[in-house]
């Protein structure tokens, strides 16, 4: 009677410790932090930066040149990644804030392209498209996170202490002046807030969580490349903040658990050739996204207030 049950959870246990499902499992934990690092800036303070793939990337390589060629401890490789992309975040800031709407998206998306050219062509430092292999994983205190189970208890360690510190940011009157600036510049002036100095520093928190997310990758993988962090990396970040809900820090979560794991994992079940569930997945990537947009426009799209 008990049988099938029984053998149900028996397999799905089985599943849950297999080597396939810890590797989901990480990458989840990087792309939360990676996803709602970019809420922060876009969800709360309303600001389309497509340079967060490049403070991404910015991070992975530090992390891959530190461990690689200088040795230096796991901890110290995260600290220099999120300095260094949240530095980048400034240089970012500084210029392409003074820019408006669309024009600070093809500002950003810009900066996004030099920083890809110089992954590319600074062989000297990059490899250039050749990568940089041998990554090592992590060690602290003896314990040594080579293997992927012992791996992906790091990962939640460091995935709850960033998602933790941005959930207290997100409930701050940090991110509530964020959001009236928004809203209305000129309001948020005349209420004592500086608009500027609020915004730079939503640049840099969250291009150095960006930085964080992009170390643990570069551990993960053990090898990183240009292609990693390409505009349909930055689409799929968009894409689950928007299905998420920009702005919403448990949306965005459930949205990052949906388009990283359960869609297309789900399509590897579907009796289709390899060649065709990698268009089918980015289909769906832009069908989902499309129709999410058209529904709530008018909340992604307000009209801009007069004052």
């Not at 392409?96 to 998206?105: G, I, N």
């Not at 997945?281 to 996204?289: D, I, K, P, S």
Request: aromatic share 14%; with cysteine.
């Amino acid at each position: 009677m008990f049988e099938a049950p029984l053998g149900f959870f028996v397999g799905f246990y089985e599943v849950l410790r297999s080597e396939y499902a810890l590797h989901l499992c990480v990458l989840l934990g990087i792309y939360l932090i990676l996803a709602q690092s970019f809420n922060l800036v876009f969800g709360v303070g309303g600001l389309f930066n497509l340079a967060h793939v490049a403070t991404y990337a910015i991070g992975a390589y530090t992390t891959a040149l530190l461990s690689t060629e200088l040795n230096v401890g796991v901890f110290q490789c995260l600290l220099a990644s999120a300095l260094l992309s949240g530095l980048l975040a400034l240089i970012i800031g500084a210029i392409s804030l003074r820019l408006a709407t669309d024009y600070f998206a093809i500002g950003s998306l810009a900066f996004s392209a030099v920083v890809s050219a110089l992954l590319i062509n600074w062989r000297s430092l990059t490899r250039g498209v050749l990568g940089i292999p041998g990554i090592p994983r992590p060690e602290w205190g003896g314990i040594d996170f080579n293997g992927v189970q012992n791996f992906l208890y790091f990962v939640i360690v460091v995935t709850l202490l960033c998602l933790g510190a941005m959930w207290i940011l997100f409930r701050s009157s940090f991110a509530r002046s964020l959001k009236a600036a928004a809203q209305s510049d000129v309001a948020a002036q005349s209420l004592g807030r500086d608009v500027a100095r609020l915004r730079i520093w939503a640049f840099f928190i969250s291009s150095a969580f960006a930085g964080i997310a992009g170390g643990l990758f570069a551990y993960y993988l053990n090898y990183i490349d240009p292609s990693s962090f390409s505009l349909t990396e930055m689409v799929l970040v968009l894409t689950i903040v928007v299905v998420g809900r920009p702005g919403s820090f448990w949306g965005v979560a459930a949205a990052t658990l949906l388009l990283v794991v359960l869609l297309p994992e789900g399509l590897r079940f579907l009796p289709l050739e390899p060649s065709v569930l990698g268009p089918l997945r980015q289909f769906l990537h832009a069908l989902l996204l499309f129709i999410v947009v058209y529904m709530n426009r008018a909340r992604l799209f307000p009209v801009e207030r007069m004052v």
